[in-house]
């Protein structure tokens, strides 16, 4: 009676002793990947002007998001002066030249006036290193490449974030809206961003689907418009389908937006 009535406590300070073999749960200070992603995908689109939490019209967000009339002009006039010079000339290095140079002026005009430098200042790395292939291999088609690979990394990652449940448009959205990653417990935000990481992901591939044949074909003033009218034309509409889904996940912010207006 006495052995079987010890066995139960022998046994539980057996239990007692035994090591935890647990890993300990990471520390919650460390930032994980998507919390990392998250907050720099919203913070470039803060930069933008593309918040969800901020009380401003779709028109408005989406001539941010495009950078006003400056940003319009920056984004086009570049591809549109080597398109028309090299079509009219033939003569790749003035074409080039002129392109590059419009875009280091729209850059030095920043300087000048002190505004914000990023917008300028990636198109005119973009613009320079476009060129400066173009001018190695000689061949007119070849100030497209950058372009054809920067949609097809874009097209690949906004694909797979959806296909693996870390859509990149909810990242931001999390971010922006201080959810985090909260939003994949809701079924209804995972479907909504998941279609919308899609639809970005089939603008890109869009884009690479029309203007790879036309890179292989050589045919820079065909490639050289249609990357034009598939640039901004295309850009703004998703831009303005993006905020206004969001935006409708998220009533309670548009709500106390209008409440800080009102006071």
Do not use: C
């Amino acid at each position: 009676m006495s052995a079987s009535a010890g066995e139960p406590d022998a046994a539980r300070e057996h239990t007692e002793r035994r090591p935890d073999l647990t890993p300990p749960e990471p520390a919650s200070a460390d930032p994980r990947a998507s919390d990392l992603i998250g907050q720099a995908l919203g913070g470039a689109a803060r930069r933008a002007g593309i918040d969800p939490a901020a009380d401003a019209s779709t028109g408005h967000v989406v001539w941010q998001a495009m950078g006003g009339w400056r940003g319009l002009l920056e984004a086009v006039l570049p591809g549109l002066a080597f398109v028309v010079l090299f079509t009219v000339t033939s003569d790749l290095v003035l074409s080039l030249l002129v392109s590059v140079g419009i875009a280091a002026l729209f850059t030095v005009v920043r300087l000048v006036q002190r505004t914000t430098l990023s917008a300028a200042l990636g198109g005119l790395v973009a613009t320079a290193a476009a060129a400066g292939l173009a001018l190695w291999t000689g061949r007119g088609e070849d100030n497209f490449v950058p372009g054809l690979i920067t949609n097809a990394v874009y097209g690949t990652a906004f694909l797979v974030s959806a296909l693996v449940g870390w859509s990149l448009i909810g990242l931001a959205a999390g971010f922006l809206m201080n959810e985090g990653t909260d939003w994949r417990r809701d079924r209804r935000k995972r479907r909504v961003f998941f279609w919308l990481a899609i639809a970005w992901s089939a603008l890109f591939f869009a884009r690479l689907g029309v203007q790879l044949p036309l890179y292989f074909a050589g045919d820079v003033t065909t490639l050289g418009t249609l990357k034009l009218i598939m640039g901004l034309p295309l850009f703004a509409p998703l831009v303005a389908v993006t905020w206004l889904a969001v935006r409708a996940l998220y009533p309670k912010h548009q709500d106390d937006a209008v409440d800080r207006a009102a006071a």
